[in-house]
């Protein structure tokens, strides 16, 4: 399987049930994008916008001086301000600990208990989630995450603990203290209306390198997480329901070749 680099990984704090309407880029009321920055924040971003800015001068396309010099500029003006306009621009969603939180749903045609199996399976969970390289179980409670993150970041590992294991209704996990990326995650699975199978809800919540400043960096170059999370619950509905996912051409393919894609389907 092809795999997006990734800024981030599943994270989680205590939160109450959502409805199924509580997506992903839905602002709650603890919700504060763009942010006054951290000290820290703010020098990370000037000195991105600096590398970006020197980076443009050095080219010799006259397309990538302006686009590199005119990104630069723009991250080197956020640090000097210490405000963050991008973020709320790109709809990149903080709670008040400047945590930033994903979430999304999505209603499959299958039993809450198969569901729960797979998802329990943390040595398989890189194949539902494409910005993980892989999970190693390390025991009942701890696990070794890794994921391919983007530069200067390589690949970025770290050990989480399950913190909630209820069959086929619920599972969550969390960093352990040192962890590089602080993060955590949680999934439930819920009956859906009317017979329709199962509501499988995810919430991730992350702290990115360089706080909402990296979370904007790092959507500006097509690694913004609540996407990917969407495309990777939309590829597991239809690989549970049709046994496979189209590629990009409209074809089916197996599980080695799953293809995610930008369409939104059956998300609740």
């Known amino acids: 399987m092809n795999r997006r680099s990734a800024p981030l990984l599943p994270c989680m704090t205590n939160w109450n049930r959502e409805q199924p309407a509580d997506r992903a880029g839905a602002t709650g009321p603890n919700s504060s994008p763009g942010a006054t920055m951290q ?43 210490g405000q963050n306009p991008l973020a709320t621009a790109l709809k990149i969603e903080q709670n008040d600990e400047g945590e ?10 299958k039993p809450a208990g ?9 040595a398989g969970l890189p194949q539902l989630m494409t910005h993980l390289k892989s999970v190693e179980v390390l025991d009942d409670k701890r696990s070794r995450w890794t994921v391919q993150a983007p530069a200067p970041l390589g690949t970025v590992s770290w ?3 399950l913190t909630a294991d209820e069959p086929g209704k619920r599972i969550a996990w969390r960093s352990l203290p040192g962890a590089q990326i602080e993060n955590s995650g949680e999934v439930l699975f819920r009956p859906a209306p009317g017979d329709r199978g199962t ?11 360089g706080g909402s400043a990296g979370a904007v960096i790092a959507r ?13 619950l939309m590829r597991f509905k239809r690989e ?10 409209g074809q089916s393919s197996g599980r080695a070749a799953l293809t995610p894609t930008n369409k939104r389907g059956d998300l609740v």
């Open 100 to 109: 930033t939180v994903v979430r999304d749903a999505v209603t499959i045609g």
């Open 114 to 122: 198969q569901l729960y199996a797979i998802w329990r399976d943390l």
């Open 159 to 161: 050990e989480a603990e």
């Open 199 to 209: 509501e499988v809800v995810v919430r991730l919540t992350y702290r990115p390198p």
């Open 39 to 81: 000290p820290l924040e703010r020098s990370i971003t000037g000195a991105v916008g600096a590398a970006l800015a020197a980076a443009g001068l050095r080219s010799r396309s006259g397309l990538e001086k302006l686009v590199l010099g005119g990104l630069g500029a723009g991250l080197i003006a956020v640090a000097a301000r």
């Open 240 to 249: 549970q329901e049709l046994g496979h996912a189209p590629t990009a051409k």
């Open 220 to 232: 500006m170059f097509n690694q913004e997480p609540s996407q990917q999370l969407r495309d990777d």
